[in-house]
């Protein structure tokens, strides 16, 4: 098997959020409302119109994991054994912000172990997939789970907070370990979010000083590095054992590992003196941001997540693409290896304007294409910027440790199956 040879991962994604809202009994699934189950074929038309290698993309968890040691795989065939066809390369996300209706919610301590047999008997179905993000975004899915009160167990506490933080992230990284079981060559890049927190007047500081640690603990706990003294304390204080704690500082993956970090307008904030939030729209900006986590854990990055509003003018989003665009160029270029770009998503939205929290229908226009499958000036747009840079960058994958591989780089033209690793047959 050939080592592939040096590329910048271009990368779009389907949405494919998936949380209960009203206290579980209503589920609010991205991949029905921007119409993928229907047009999942043309979606994949438009992710080569674009000249696009790499696809954010996971099965939707609520319909495939069934219960224990059940699975309904019919759809991630379907799906999957096209990309496999195309050659695109799936960046597999297996858990974006819900759980099957069965297993309750992140506050079920049960659900690492659960999500770590979905993993395994994912990763043996599809041996060939290599690039993983196993669960999204895990401080944001902490945070509107369990402090916010938005999606799944709607709770608004510290302590709730903190038990799905270490059940999302003790899940991730069993996930990692079991698939590397199956995959000894998957690389797993995180797509979380990256913060920062301004205080707007003295009276803010300590309270925004908190929460810019805060902003780490998934990432401190999922790369086992020893998080801030002060946020030890919270942990402990709100529900997590030295025993747990020491679970992540002794398990790591980090040498699979990508750090992938998205960001929006929406991630930088204001803090008041009472200690609460309020946007403060780009202050930093992607390249500072991304200085500050990359200093932390010296990993490869991603910038696995973008996009804005076209806006009333229609080119907001344009503009908002070149700007993101230029804050990877400057870090790659002050060194720092970045190693793959994403405007997130390939169509429209529908419902984040209120965060999921409410099933109104409404169209966010933030795709690469809109919900009728017509290019948006922003997909062209980034067309044209991967056409332009393709060849132009060469390619920091050189830094990864464990090699990329292309399609054409195996050496019959279908992934290899390591041996003994035979897909099982579908157990339901």
């Given amino acids: 098997m050939g080592m592939m040879k ?100 992140f506050q079920n301590p049960d659900f690492p172990d659960l999500f770590k047999d979905y993993a395994v008997a994912f990763a043996q179905r599809y041996p060939w997939v290599q690039l993983y993000t196993p669960v999204n975004e895990m401080y944001v899915c902490a945070l509107f789970s369990g402090r916010y009160g938005w999606w799944n167990e709607q709770l608004r506490t510290d302590r709730g907070f903190v038990t799905a933080l270490k059940h999302v992230v003790k899940a991730n990284v069993l996930a990692m370990l079991a698939i590397l079981e ?24 300590k309270s925004a000083e908190t929460l810019n640690s805060e902003r780490f603990l998934s990432l401190d706990l999922n790369y086992g ?28 993956a980090k040498h699979h590992c990508i750090m992938g970090n998205d960001y929006y307008k929406t991630n930088e904030h204001r803090v008041c003196r009472d200690g609460t939030t309020r946007p403060s729209g780009e202050v930093l900006g ?11 854990y010296r990993l490869p990055v991603m910038h696995t997540e973008t996009n804005l509003n076209e806006g009333p003018a229609g080119d907001e989003a344009e503009i908002w693409l070149w700007k993101e665009w230029a804050n990877v160029l400057r870090l790659r270029n002050d060194g720092i290896p970045i190693v793959g ?23 966010n226009p933030l795709g690469l294409f809109d919900l009728n499958r017509k290019i948006r000036s922003v997909g062209t747009a980034y067309k044209e910027l991967i056409e332009d840079w393709r060849e132009v960058l060469p390619t920091q994958s050189v830094c990864l440790t464990i090699p990329l591989i292309l399609p054409e780089e195996y050496e019959d033209g279908s992934p290899q199956i390591p041996t003994g690793d035979k897909p099982p047959s579908n157990p339901q």
Wanted: glycine fraction near 6%; include cysteine; hydrophobic fraction near 35%.
């Fill in 225 to 252: 590095r020893c998080v801030d003294s002060e946020m030890y304390r919270f942990l402990l204080e709100n529900g997590m054992t030295p025993e747990e704690y020491d679970f992540f500082m002794n398990h790591k």
């Fill in 182 to 205: 199956v995959r000894p060559e998957a690389l797993f890049i995180q797509s979380e979010s990256s913060e920062y927190y301004h205080a707007e007047n003295p009276a803010a500081i």
């Fill in 341 to 363: 770009f994403t405007w997130y998503s390939l169509v429209d939205q529908v419902d984040w304007d209120t965060a999921l929290r409410e099933n109104n229908g409404t169209v």
């Fill in 6 to 105: 040096p590329t910048f991962l271009f990368a779009t994604g389907i949405e494919n959020s998936y949380p209960t809202i009203n206290n579980g009994r209503e589920r609010v699934d991205e991949m029905e409302k921007c119409g993928h189950y229907a047009q999942w074929k043309t979606d994949f038309d438009l992710v080569e119109h674009l000249g696009i290698r790499f696809l954010r993309y996971g099965p939707p968890i609520h319909s495939t994991f069934l219960g224990p040691g059940r699975y309904d795989w019919s759809f991630a065939d379907e799906t999957f054994s096209e990309l496999k066809r195309r050659g695109i390369i799936p960046i597999t996300d297996l858990c974006h912000f819900g759980v099957p209706d069965w297993m309750g919610n």
């Fill in 286 to 296: 992607y390249d500072e941001i991304t200085r500050q986590y990359y200093e932390r």
